[in-house]
């Protein structure tokens, strides 16, 4: 009794924060992220720009310097796709940094909201689970759903399984994978389909043929709106993918211990990512290594914190 008290009196609270989140939200000038249901609390910018020029200008009118510096020296902004002539930047330094740059915020937004997803599923675990029909109980269905999981939300196992799989990709790490599948940007299936990671599907649309498929072959290079559902894509198949066990196991490991979870440690542990193997992970831990993206170690989103609301219960989650 005293325990399922504690469990409403949890929930009662939680309703409380969302109902007040909505009320300052609001009153707050605020931006929905596309396909998120939670707004960040600074403007988030939505960006197209059809040239490199255009992109250029973009960054320097909200004062985007490069390489940002400090904690929180990223604006949250939204480029939805790489520019038309992207592929045509000839200096190799000023394609390789416009690129980091553009994905850069979506990468922090992308963890920032697994982040966000992640505490709240650990404060409804704490004490008990949401009763059976309430909004955070459905919600918590459709995440584990979401992340692959089955079984009893009642089980330890379960709920252990959804925190494995319920945790941030390094930034490092994800730039540097990016940099690698789509040669600094420069790809066809990231100029024609929002593409950054070379993901497969076997799906009949919504992917591209690779012009040196084997004549057997059938599966697609996986294709997006923007750039931002290519990027959460590839933090959910890390996240989910049976291939990628290891990698969650080692960076649950590491966080249990209160040890870094850094980029390079991680990297070793996704041999299954490429057929190049230990080749793959060689290539992508000299990228981490790399002075562009050490600069980027401490960087963090400008006025990063989103505001929880009640529609949070409603989000949609890919399938």
């Known amino acids: ?8 009196l949890g929930f009662g609270l939680l309703t409380l924060t969302l109902i007040v ?3 300052v939200a609001a009153q ?3 931006h929905t992220l596309p396909g998120s249901s939670a707004p960040l609390a600074t403007h988030a910018k939505d960006v197209d720009a059809d040239t ?3 992109l250029d200008n973009v960054f320097e009118s909200i004062g985007y310097n490069w390489p940002p510096a400090g904690r929180q020296s990223v604006p949250a902004l939204m480029l939805n796709e790489l520019p038309n002539d992207f592929g045509e930047v000839l200096d190799v330094d000023k394609r390789r940094e416009l690129f980091l740059r553009a994905l850069l915020p979506i990468v922090l937004i992308e963890n ?3 982040r966000e997803q ?3 599923v650990s404060w409804l675990l704490e004490d008990g689970l949401p009763i059976d029909g309430s909004p955070m109980r459905d919600w918590l269905n459709k995440l584990a759903k979401h992340l692959r999981i089955r079984g009893d939300l009642n089980e330890l196992a379960v709920r252990e399984k959804i925190l494995l799989r319920l945790d941030e990709i390094p930034p490092a790490l994800a730039l540097a994978q990016a940099a690698i599948e789509t040669g600094w940007g420069r790809s066809r299936f990231a100029l024609e389909g929002n593409s950054l990671f070379g993901q497969w599907t076997f799906g009949k649309t919504d992917g591209l043929t690779p012009n040196n498929r084997d004549v057997d072959a059938t599966h697609l290079v996986a294709s997006f709106p923007d750039l931002r559902a290519s990027v959460r894509a590839y933090m959910r198949n890390l996240n989910t993918g049976n291939a ?5 196991t080692f960076r649950a490991v590491a966080r249990a211990a209160g040890k870094p979870r850094g980029a390079y440690e991680l990297a070793g542990h996704l041999q299954r990512y490429s057929a190049r193997g230990e080749n793959y992970i060689t290539e992508i831990r000299r990228i981490i290594r790399s002075p562009a993206i050490v600069a980027l170690a401490e960087v963090g989103l400008a006025h990063g914190r989103q505001v929880l609301q009640e529609s949070e219960c409603n989000e949609k989650f890919d399938s």
């Open 112 to 114: 920032q909201r697994l």
């Open 21 to 23: 989140a909505v009320v």
């Open 118 to 120: 992640r505490e709240l």
């Open 1 to 8: 009794m005293k325990k399922h008290a504690i469990a409403l």
């Open 52 to 54: 490199v020029g255009a």
């Open 28 to 30: 707050t000038s605020v």
């Open 244 to 248: 990628y066990h290891e990698f969650r």
